[in-house]
């Protein structure tokens, strides 16, 4: 393996330079497992990896700046929302009459 120059400067690199991420380093980031990260991407809930040949990676640029945002459901649909709560009286419990609505 060639050995990398500390002394070359950075600015004789001209090629962009893409940093690929596996599925184990996106759950180390995220701070969550394997399981989570591909039950994410197929709720396209996580940005859409690349693949390459038989491997699959993800782009740390598209990471962090989902990561940036906030971490937002990329699949464009709404968050659920739960019904509201009815407030249950003390009085109501176990006798089977309904509470009145508050």
């Known amino acids: 393996m ?9 600015e004789s ?9 596996r599925d184990r380093d996106v759950a180390r980031i995220l701070g969550c497992s394997l399981n989570h990260v591909w039950r994410a991407v197929k709720a396209r809930k996580l940005p859409q990896p690349v693949r390459i040949g038989r491997t699959t990676r993800w782009s740390y640029e598209a990471l962090k700046t989902f990561i940036d945002a906030g971490c937002p459901e990329s699949s464009g649909r709404p968050k659920p929302t739960s019904p509201p709560q009815e407030k249950v009286t003390e009085a109501a ?6 509470s ?3």
């Open 100 to 102: 009145p609505k508050v």
């Open 2 to 10: 060639p050995r990398l120059n500390p002394n070359r400067p950075k």
């Open 93 to 98: 419990v176990g006798t089977g009459v309904e």
């Open 13 to 21: 690199i001209t090629a962009p330079q893409v940093l690929l991420l």
